[in-house]
């Protein structure tokens, strides 16, 4: 009968390592990316995903201030109140500002530094609030017996076009000395300031409110494809460390060019001798006079009978 082979006995130091390898696998995987992020926590939304939310809600926005513009020169002026059809617009206006609330809380949150831009953006929403609820009645009119609210006066269009166009310049702060953030920035500045002109016609507060919503349209859609492209690259809480690689084959052909070594003592030796042993040999110098001479008389013929007999002998 064959003996079955015994299994060797593991010790109890060997059973209790491989447990303790397997649990302590999973956390040097968070460990490696805490240390290529610095040690931050990444956020589970990025910079891409505000400018989206920040869109929607700006055009929400508009959706809002286009459906009350019908609805109350149209059939609230008639006395055709729709409780309804009220409830769905401020459910409207409801939603884009908290979208677009959402977006500037998440930029301050993963943008580092920038308190300026996140101090002016948190107010900008602020005062947007304010003043929509003011424009419907919601808040009253006066306010500490000294200032009345007036959202027809031209002061307060033109003062709330330029404190837009204010908290737009912000926005610079995202990555200064960008060229295209730059532009982008200025086209939207120039859109809010362009609100100014509404108070000619004598419209409201929340036409320019509406023309800021058309700007940050422009401004969140325009900042997108640039993050896309990575155009422009803004700083952010939890981003790993990239490394830019600029190669060019527009002189690929060139050859290279190698620094010549200083020659040593003995090569410089060696150099010397060798011109001395060439100015030593034998060589010889037709001089002028001679040329001269075969030019004018010719050779000498006892020369040519020379080479002649030297023939006869070789015969």
């Not at 995903?49 to 059939?75: A, Q």
């Not at 990575?230 to 939890?238: A, M």
């Amino acid at each position: 009968m064959a003996k079955k082979k015994k299994k060797p006995a593991v010790s109890g130091k060997q059973q209790k390592t491989v447990p303790e390898q397997k649990r302590n696998a999973p956390e040097q995987k968070p460990r490696a990316a805490a240390e290529r992020t610095g040690g931050e926590k990444k956020r589970p939304y990025t910079l891409i995903d505000c400018m989206k939310i920040g869109r929607l809600g700006n055009i929400l926005f508009i959706v809002f201030i286009i459906v009350c513009l019908i609805y109350y020169y149209s059939l609230a002026r008639k006395g055709n109140y729709v409780i309804p059809f009220e409830v769905v617009a401020y459910g409207i206006e409801a939603a884009g500002f908290a979208l677009f609330t959402t977006s500037i809380i998440w930029i301050d949150r993963l943008v580092r530094a920038r308190v300026l831009m996140k101090v002016l953006l948190i107010v900008y929403i602020v005062v947007e609030v304010v003043l929509m609820l003011l424009e419907f009645q919601f808040l009253p009119w006066r306010f500490f017996r000294f200032f009345t609210y007036n959202g027809i006066s031209r002061w307060t269009v033109i003062g709330h076009a330029l404190f837009s166009a204010g908290i737009s310049f912000s926005l610079l702060m995202l990555e200064p000395h960008n060229k295209r953030l730059e532009i982008i920035v200025g086209i939207t500045t120039g859109i809010i300031l362009s609100g100014m002109f509404l108070a000619v016609p004598g419209y409201r507060v929340y036409a320019s409110i509406l023309l800021n919503a058309g700007a940050y349209i422009f401004f969140f859609t325009a900042l997108q494809r640039q993050l896309v492209l990575e155009e422009v690259l803004v700083d952010c809480y939890g981003d790993q460390a990239k490394v830019a690689d600029f190669s060019s084959t527009l002189f690929a052909d060139t050859p290279d060019l190698i620094e010549r070594e200083k020659p040593t003592v003995k090569q410089r030796v060696k150099r010397i001798r060798n011109k001395l042993n060439l100015e030593n040999q034998e060589t010889m110098i037709l001089t002028d006079k001679d040329e001269k001479f075969e030019y004018e008389f010719g050779t000498i013929e006892e020369d040519d009978d020379d080479d002649e007999d030297y023939e006869d002998d070789d015969e």
